[in-house]
């Protein structure tokens, strides 16, 4: 993988529902894994930054887990609520640049 | 409190003028980016800078140009050499560390750039 992937494109899920996504990344020259989180209308906000494989993060509800050797990382959010209603990109950061991934756009309706 | 103000918030723009999209931080980061945004597509870099009076191109920089006089501002001016210049513009700073090697972007709120 050449580029950053994020998987599904979009994603609507009710109130209390658990969801995860994918971020796939070039599993050479790896440096770190940030994750952001990008409401509407708002400037994206760091959430996650990740360097060493098996890593694993959490903030509140939202979790994160990276896998360097086969170049991925895990977001998850337990129990969405509305507020969490946002685009998730990930970005991942090799020797000499920061390439973003085109986001996950979650939706959780009440 | 520190940030940055990117302006204006919305710009349209007819065809053959060049407009500039202002970005401002008071983070006193040394990097500064330039990002462009177009529907299911990931940010793609148009220009950075790591010191004043200093920049490089990104993926995308043909049809933009941009200036460091000072570490707080990096405008962006699109030109009428840019064929498809309508998308969302983001700005971002980051500091350095001595490798230079960068840690987390800090993010404007973008400029929505339509050309009429």
């Given at each position: 993988i050449l580029n950053v992937e994020q998987s599904p494109q979009s994603l609507h899920v009710q109130e209390g529902d658990s969801t995860n996504f994918t971020c796939s990344f070039p599993s050479s020259n790896f440096y770190a894994l940030h994750w952001y989180r990008w409401e509407t209308a708002k400037s994206p906000e760091a959430l996650f930054v990740m360097t060493l494989n098996g890593d694993e993060k959490k903030k509140g509800r939202i979790s994160a887990t990276l896998n360097t050797k086969e170049g991925y990382?895990?977001?998850?959010?337990?129990?969405?609520?509305?507020?969490?209603?946002?685009?998730?990109?990930c970005a991942f950061r090799?020797?000499?640049d920061m390439r973003f991934g085109a986001g996950?756009?979650?939706t959780v309706k009440p | 409190d520190?940030?940055?103000?990117?302006?204006?918030?919305?710009?349209f723009r007819k065809e053959?003028?060049?407009?500039?999209?202002?970005?401002?931080?008071?983070?006193n980061h040394d990097a500064m980016y330039w990002y462009r945004q177009d529907p299911g597509q990931g940010l793609r870099l148009i220009y950075y800078s790591q010191i004043v009076n200093d920049f490089q191109?990104?993926?995308?920089?043909?049809?933009?140009?941009?200036?460091?006089e000072k570490k707080e501002s990096f405008p962006l001016t699109v030109t009428s050499a840019q064929?498809?210049?309508?998308?969302f513009y983001l700005c971002a700073s980051s500091i350095l560390r001595a490798s230079g090697a960068n840690y987390g972007y800090t993010f404007g709120s973008g400029t929505r750039l339509t050309v009429v």
């Open positions: 990382s895990y977001l998850y959010i337990k129990g969405s609520q509305p507020e969490d209603s946002a685009t998730y990109l090799g020797n000499n996950t756009r979650l | 520190g940030g940055i103000t990117q302006s204006p918030k919305y710009l053959g003028q060049n407009v500039t999209l202002s970005c401002e931080q008071n983070l191109k990104g993926d995308i920089a043909e049809g933009y140009s941009v200036s460091r064929k498809n210049p309508t998308a």
